[in-house]
């Protein structure tokens, strides 16, 4: 039953259900509901509403959806006024609400817009929070059924900015300028390069960059060795050199593994023998597991059916997260599927960053990856 931010138009969804932002009285309008009516077919829509005629506020009724999709899910979010009337209340209960249809249905997909974000003034980071927690607790209260839910955001600015991890993303994503060549024309290029090997490269251009191999007088010329280099100060841990360092000390630090982190790197397990070891020495259930992860029950079955299993990268990034592992364990069992949190990768940054905080909600995490334009955690292998 997993969650998941999309970018896109509502009325592009392919779900079993989509969800209308309507009104008490049910007729069509602007925004959203005005989209969804004419997606669907106006006239059909609107003799399907008027024979229901009313729903309250925090309720939603369903329709067929005619040709928008299977079916459409009327659910009336409040008007906002000051936030202290009941507008929070009334705004879950719509997605409940909806929810509730979705599975009496027995549905296997729905859709939701941001409900009363647009002309009903909700404020928009205020109406997600409680959206992706509705959604959330539903979803955690079910036993059996796959509902996968949609909850789709037209514009990735919606999601509210967090600066420390915008201020986090601009110290460890590297600078990558292209490779360049300077200097007169006819002379040998000077290389530049971000990497390392820069020192390198720098001895290489001096050489190549030295006297035409025959002086003016006609003698061979010798080339001379470049200049000594200075010694150089400390590693500060902004810079490259820092950068390795730190890497080199995180190995070491990596070698003081635990007794858990030992088995984890067993050459013999794979990454499923060793995901369900752990599962097993913490004492947790299957639906425990995939629900905080944000996997398909099913998806989660197939990897338990098959002991050499090889999920994709945020499927087992998601399943080590669910399973509150710290940062070396979960590049330890990362490893296991071939795989390594790098800082050459957003998504990575971004989901390092909150296993430093520590956060394991894979909620929260998503969000900043959507914000970021990122895959999400939880994606499903299907």
Not at 96 to 123: D, K, M, N, V, W
Not at 270 to 299: C, P, Q, T, W
Not at 346 to 356: C, H, R, V
Request: proline share 7%; charged share 25%; with cysteine.
């Amino acid at each position: 039953m997993p969650f998941q931010i999309v970018k896109n138009s509502i009325v592009n969804m392919k779900t079993d259900a989509i969800v209308n932002a309507a009104n008490s009285e049910l007729r069509g309008g602007g925004g959203v509901c005005g989209a969804i009516f004419q997606a669907a077919g106006a006239e059909e829509m609107d003799a399907a509403c008027r024979a229901i005629g009313h729903c309250d506020t925090g309720s939603a009724v369903i329709t067929p959806g005619f040709r928008l999709s299977p079916y459409v899910i009327h659910a009336v979010g409040p008007v906002w006024s000051d936030g202290t009337h009941d507008e929070a209340r009334l705004l879950r209960s719509a997605y409940t609400r909806s929810l509730e249809l979705a599975s009496a249905y027995h549905l296997q997909s729905i859709s939701f817009p941001l409900i009363s974000s647009g002309i009903y003034g909700y404020p928009k980071a205020q109406a997600l929070e409680i959206a992706v927690r509705a959604i959330r607790d539903y979803l955690d209260q079910q036993s059996e059924d796959d509902l996968l839910v949609y909850l789709v955001l037209a514009d990735p600015s919606i999601v509210p900015a967090d600066p420390r991890l915008a201020a986090y993303l601009r110290r460890n994503t590297p600078e990558r300028p292209p490779y360049s060549y300077s200097g007169a024309a006819g002379s040998s290029p000077a290389l530049s390069s971000p990497n390392l090997s820069g020192m390198f490269l720098e001895e290489a251009s001096a050489v190549f960059n030295a006297a035409p191999s025959t002086a003016p007088s006609g003698k061979p010329h010798k080339l001379t060795k470049p200049a000594k280099r200075p010694k150089q100060p400390e590693a500060d841990k902004d810079t490259a050199v820092g950068k390795i360092s730190s890497i080199f000390s995180r190995r070491e630090s990596r070698k003081q593994t635990s007794d858990l982190d030992q088995m984890i790197r067993s050459a013999d397990e794979s990454f499923a023998e060793a995901l369900f070891h752990l599962i097993d020495e913490r004492g947790m259930k299957d639906s425990d597991v995939y629900k905080r992860a944000n996997i398909d029950r099913k998806l989660f079955s197939k990897i338990r059916s098959n002991p050499q299993y090889h999920p994709k990268k945020m499927t087992a990034l998601a399943l080590a997260i669910a399973l509150r592992l710290s940062l070396p364990e979960i590049q330890a069992l990362l490893e296991k599927a071939g795989f390594t949190l790098t800082n050459s990768s957003k998504a990575d940054i971004i989901i390092e960053y909150y296993l430093q905080q520590p956060c394991y909600d894979i909620d929260i995490i998503n969000e900043s990856l959507f914000k970021y334009d990122q895959p999400l955690l939880g994606s499903s292998d299907f």
